[in-house]
């Protein structure tokens, strides 16, 4: 399968998102560019990045679901989700409560 891409003005080339995806490339990943006769061969570099900040540097890097993450996004991420399930409760006992009013009526 190939892609057709345009360099634009300031010389940057798009990876199209289908190939981002399968291939894991992220942010802040960095890419091998080889010149051969008649074509360039892209390849992605081993070092691994943060799909939320883009940093790889000083970090400790963890798998999450699937995703290379920093532990500081990791605990940010966690900590949103702690709050957003909490706030479903809240809301699904506040629409409970108001069902049994209307019950009662």
């Not at 399968?1 to 990943?29: A, T």
């Not at 963890?62 to 909490?86: D, W």
Request: aromatic share 4%; proline share 2%.
């Amino acid at each position: 399968m190939g892609f057709v891409r345009n360099i634009e003005v300031e010389g940057r080339l798009s990876i199209p998102k289908e190939i981002r995806d399968r291939r894991q490339i992220y942010c802040g990943c960095e890419i091998i560019i080889k010149p051969e006769v008649g074509k360039l061969i892209l390849s992605v570099s081993d070092s691994l990045n943060c799909i939320f900040c883009c940093d790889n540097t000083d970090l400790e890097l963890v798998y999450f679901k699937g995703k290379i993450v920093c532990k500081q996004c990791l605990n940010i991420v966690l900590a949103n989700a702690t709050a957003l399930k909490k706030i479903d409760e809240t809301l699904d006992m506040e629409n409970r409560n108001t069902n049994m009013i209307k019950m009662k009526k």
